[in-house]
């Protein structure tokens, strides 16, 4: 199993950027995909942006222009550039990993992720 460790977060004034990572270690997978995903207060867990193992991203409508998802070349670690960042986006953020059956072909959206990360808190205020 993968472990996932993030860091990054902390807190900005609207229009603020941050950059989150997220350290992978253990057995990592050679076909998988990556998320990070965030939980406001009161509110569900939701996809922010996610990346497969073939380098193909994709992001929540909300977060599109703004966050871009990116991995280092070892592909060990995730990255999440976060610019212009509003007070709606404050959440604890985690990194995900789901590891992708030889078959599968689909995106990122609907698999199921098996390891987490401990989660980063981002807060921006206005």
């Known amino acids: ?3 996932l460790l993030e860091s990054g977060g902390g807190s900005v ?3 603020g950027s941050l950059r989150l990572s997220c350290a992978a270690s253990g057995n990592t997978y050679s076909r998988y995909c990556m998320g990070w995903f965030r939980r406001a207060p009161g509110k569900e867990r939701e996809g922010v942006a996610s990346i497969r193992s073939d380098g193909s991203t994709s992001y929540a409508d909300s977060v599109k222009g703004r966050f871009t ?3 280092d070349n070892a592909k060990i670690t995730l990255y999440l550039q976060m610019n212009s ?10 990194c995900a990993a789901a590891r992708l059956s030889w ?3 689909g995106g990122c959206a609907q698999v199921p992720y098996n390891a987490w990360g401990q989660g980063t808190q981002v807060t921006v205020s206005s």
Do not use: F, R
């Not at 960042?85 to 985690?94: F, G, Q, R, V």
């Open 85 to 94: 960042l509003k007070p709606e986006d404050t959440a604890m953020y985690y």
């Open 1 to 3: 199993q993968v472990q």
């Open 13 to 15: 004034q609207s229009g």
């Open 103 to 105: 078959w599968y072909d």
């Open 69 to 71: 998802i990116s991995q």
